[in-house]
């Protein structure tokens, strides 16, 4: 992000004003509202929920006044406001999509079945997408990726959250000509495969959040989502299906991660490199592991305290997630660069696990629910057995047969809801990448 506070600063001199459209005001869409309202040369111009209340909020926490505010019900509305520079508020998602001065629009709300839809009609109207909601990228981001080309527009994942953030480093490694041998995430949210919206309703009403999103952070599909993101962008994989996860300490991470991410064979935890992984007791960093054949290079690595190598470990402390998110609006409006895009097709997938016994005839649900939760596995192994796309398992999903709790499913056990948007246009991505993953 060189130089970015200078470009954004230029283009508020120029009136340039780079307007931006955001479907969510929850927990995150409200925080980038006003991270957004803050700085120079951007806007958040329009912004959608379906709980209108949480619009109003975001706003009003970014300081913006009443009198500042246009509400929104037609698209003549939203263009006519937005033209006289007001922060527009509605409950019509479409509007964002729409709407002619949105350059870039947002999804923010954690919902595939909603993201799906953000983001092929904002797209198909020319515009930019930043796809924060990274459970919708997981699933389509493959094909979300050739409609923006199509488009002439730039599909993307978010700078601040995990993947976003990880890709920083990872490019920066490989700028250097630095081989990198594993990236990946420090868990937050301890791990707990048995959470419900019910069992974290306390904790996620201390901490101003949603319970199924908490649920799907502490039940670990979060991570493997995000896992899944960083694979399908470098080509990495799972070393085993759900990741080691090992421990290191918050003192001496990158010392430990040096010696856990050797081959098993020097003494480490993996069987290959070029992997992604997550590491517990190091949140909220982000890191990759990095590794050179030269010995000058070890040589200058271990004189700059780095560590004795043949591994070492850059690290990130942190990442801002949705605070973080304008920089890759401006990044693409300003410097037409992604954050965080899909190679080609799938290189992981996030698979479905029962999180109890299920019984053959009940109807399950999806992230950040009671009946299943998320892990990863290679694209290949996944089409290989037929594991459940996760995100493709909604509340209309319907068990053909009794499963043990910690079985992952399999798509001759599962009845899934046909009928959405997501799942039709995740058949499509299948047909273009010709993968042999059996849906019906
Ligand atoms: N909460 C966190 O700590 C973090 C969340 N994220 C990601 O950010 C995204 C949002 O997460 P949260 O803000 O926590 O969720 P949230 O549940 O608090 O907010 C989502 C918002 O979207 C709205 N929404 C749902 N369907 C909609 C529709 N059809 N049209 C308009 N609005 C709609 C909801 O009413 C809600 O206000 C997710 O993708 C999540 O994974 C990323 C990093 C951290
Ligand atoms: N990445 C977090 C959740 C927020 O994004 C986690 O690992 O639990």
């Known amino acids: 992000m060189l130089n970015m506070d200078k470009k954004l600063a230029k283009r508020e001199e120029e009136g340039k004003i780079i307007r931006a459209g955001i479907v969510g005001a929850g927990q995150m869409g409200r925080g980038m509202v006003t991270q957004m309202a803050l700085m120079k040369g951007i806007m958040p111009a329009i912004v959608s929920d379906i709980k209108f209340e949480n619009v109003i909020n975001a706003f009003h926490y970014a300081g913006i006044s009443d009198e500042d505010i246009a509400v929104a019900k037609t698209l003549e509305e939203a263009n ?10 509605t409950e019509n998602s479409d509007l964002i999509s729409q709407a002619n001065l949105v350059e870039v629009a947002i999804d923010v709300t954690g919902v595939p079945e909603v993201g799906v839809k953000i983001a092929i ?3 198909n109207n020319k515009k930019h997408v930043v796809m924060m909601d990274v459970e919708t990228d997981v699933v389509i981001g493959s094909y979300l990726k050739k409609l923006g080309d199509k488009n002439g527009v730039i599909y993307t994942g978010s700078a601040g959250d995990e993947p976003g953030a990880v890709m920083e480093l990872f490019s920066f490694a490989r700028a250097m000509g630095m081989e990198v041998v594993v990236m990946g995430k420090g868990k937050n949210n301890k791990l707990d495969y048995d959470c419900n919206p019910d069992t974290v309703l306390e904790e996620a009403t201390r901490r101003k959040m949603s319970p199924r999103m908490l649920t799907s952070f502490k039940d670990g599909t979060k991570t493997m989502v995000e896992m899944t993101a960083m694979s ?3 080509g990495f994989v799972p070393d085993v299906i759900g ?16 010696q856990i991410f050797r081959l098993k064979k020097d003494g480490g935890i993996l069987d290959k490199h070029h992997v992604v992984e997550y590491v517990n007791g190091i949140a909220p960093g982000v890191f990759v592991t990095v590794t050179t054949e030269n010995e000058e290079i070890a040589y200058q690595m271990g004189y700059h305290s780095m560590g004795p190598g043949p591994l070492w470990t850059l690290y990130r402390p942190y990442h801002l997630c949705n605070l973080e998110t304008p920089l890759t609006v401006a990044k693409i409006v300003i410097d037409h660069e992604p954050t ?6 799938p290189v992981s997938e996030c698979i479905t696990v029962a999180k109890r016994d299920l019984k053959a005839g009940e109807t399950i649900d999806g992230i950040g629910g009671y009946t299943t939760y998320g892990s990863i596995a290679t694209a290949q192994e996944t089409y290989e057995k037929g594991y459940v796309v996760y995100a493709l398992v909604n509340k209309n999903t319907r068990m053909k047969c009794d499963v043990k709790k910690g079985t992952l499913l399999t798509l001759d056990m599962v009845d899934l809801d046909t009928s959405t ?12 990448y010709n993968n042999g993953y059996a849906l019906k």
């Open 80 to 89: 006519r406001y937005m033209e006289q520079g007001k922060y527009v508020a």
């Open 121 to 123: 009609d904002a797209m």
């Open 232 to 234: 399908n962008a470098t």
């Open 243 to 258: 990741g080691h996860g090992p421990a290191a300490s918050p003192k001496d991470r990158c010392a430990d991660l040096n």
């Open 340 to 345: 965080i895009i899909p190679l080609g097709g």
């Open 421 to 432: 948007q997501l799942y039709q246009v995740r058949k499509e991505q299948d047909k273009m």
